[in-house]
């Protein structure tokens, strides 16, 4: 198989995006010269418009989709077609679709891909001519299942290593802001993301250690080792960024809202390290460089975690719940323990081996 044009289709959130980075590497490898266009959302269309190896980014927005629908059912379906136009006139020769969705599908199979390869999820992958049967992603992580779409059609696999591209502007921005604030480049420089989990919505909560805990770990860093910390996230965590920096008695740096998200990796190539929750800026400061202590709760991460694990470390509680949240499924809690119960100590006990 000697495939000129390629597809990749993936709409979901940051991190989903990053773990199929080690694909778009090894597809380079296998075919060097071979056009290769990335359909994904518009919050990651960012990550994906600098990557070197990528030459077309298609636009999914679910909720414009969803919002033409509710207002114009013709705009709706000339929204679709335009997709379907603008992927068409391409001509892809194969897809690997990570959307575990039959529409994605059969958009493909319209648009006259013909190899279509994904994931057959609850019997959506009609329209695949290569299936991989999945029922959730367990015991093995994300990317080493997003691999597994080369590996059945017999496409090497080299690395699995995942890959952001920060552009120079990012990184002078980057140097300029951190002068601009004053902070003291003799300090040790520590990014905190209180925030996360954007692609879970209003579940995100699930997902993230407390603010007063954020804040009493910000104390002890720095009265031990005085520390310069930065506050990081996008604007719609602005309020809960805020609050951590209120509970805390030491002065922080803000940068939520401040960036891009590719303002964001820059900032996270200056720091010695990230203290996050599990979500994309996790795999963001991963991606770059950056040495990270993430708190998982719910989720696996043996599957969603850092990945390789050198120089990253993961805190959990260890509950014999944990983790609850399987097969894209959270259980029915009401406690979060595996959070609640987590304490500061035992985080700054993991921070100690990134300072």
Known sequence: ?????????????????????????????????????????????????????????????????????????????????????????????????????????????????????????????????????????????????????????DIPVKTNQMKLDVPGRDLQWAQDWLKDQGINAAKPLIAILPGGGASWGKAARFKRWSAPQYAHLIDKIIENFDAAIILMGDPKEEALCREVLSQAHFPCTMAVGKTSLLGLAALLTRCQGAIVNDGGPLHVAVAVGTKTVSIFGPVDPRVYGPYPVANHTVVQKNLACQPCYRRFRMANCGHISCLGELSVEEVYRKVKNIL
Do not use: C
């Open 1 to 153: 198989m000697n495939f000129k044009k390629i597809l990749i289709i993936n709409p979901f959130g940051i991190g989903d995006v990053l773990f199929t980075t080690p694909v778009i590497s090894n597809l380079r490898l296998a075919y060097p010269h071979a056009i290769m266009g990335y359909l994904a959302n518009r919050r990651t269309a960012e990550i994906l418009k600098n990557n070197p190896d990528i030459t077309h980014v298609f636009i999914y927005e679910r909720d414009e989709f969803v919002e033409s629908y509710r207002q114009n059912r013709f705009k709706f379906l000339q929204k679709w077609f335009e997709l379907f136009n603008s992927i068409k006139q391409q001509g892809f020769e194969v897809v690997f679709d990570y959307s575990l969705n039959s529409t994605f599908g059969f958009l493909s199979w319209a648009s006259g891909i013909n190899k279509r390869v994904g994931f057959d999820y609850r019997q959506r992958g009609r329209f695949l001519t290569d299936r991989v049967p999945l029922t959730g992603y367990e015991e093995k992580h994300v990317i080493e299942y997003y691999l597994d779409l080369l590996r059945v059609i």
